[in-house]
């Protein structure tokens, strides 16, 4: 006889850990994060050469004043030797050009 279980729990949401608490308990300073990003996203040809990533985009990011894009966040993840995929939003970034714009 096959064995019926009990209706699955409804999944939670994960614990949420700030970026800069991650920053903090690895022992880095936003200026060592920006030069990690900085070389991650070069080798993956996704800045321009010369590009850097400031700290102050790596401290509007922490603080939720600008979004990330998944490049960002998974470059962010090697800094901290995490998984490319082990940080994630739900950030969407807004459209380019005028699509959307209302005269």
Avoid: C, F, N, W
């Amino acid at each position: 006889m096959p064995r019926t279980y009990p209706q699955p729990r409804t999944l939670k949401s994960p614990p949420h850990v700030s970026l800069r608490a991650l920053r903090t308990v690895s022992g880095l300073t936003l200026e060592q994060v920006a030069l990690s990003v900085t070389e991650e996203l070069h080798r993956r040809k996704v800045l321009k050469a010369g590009a850097t990533v400031s700290r102050g985009t790596l401290s509007a990011i922490e603080s939720g004043l600008r979004g990330a894009s998944v490049d960002m966040l998974e470059a962010l993840a090697v800094a901290y030797g995490l998984a490319p995929a082990d940080i994630v939003t739900d950030y969407q970034p807004r459209p380019r050009g005028l699509e959307g714009v209302v005269a």
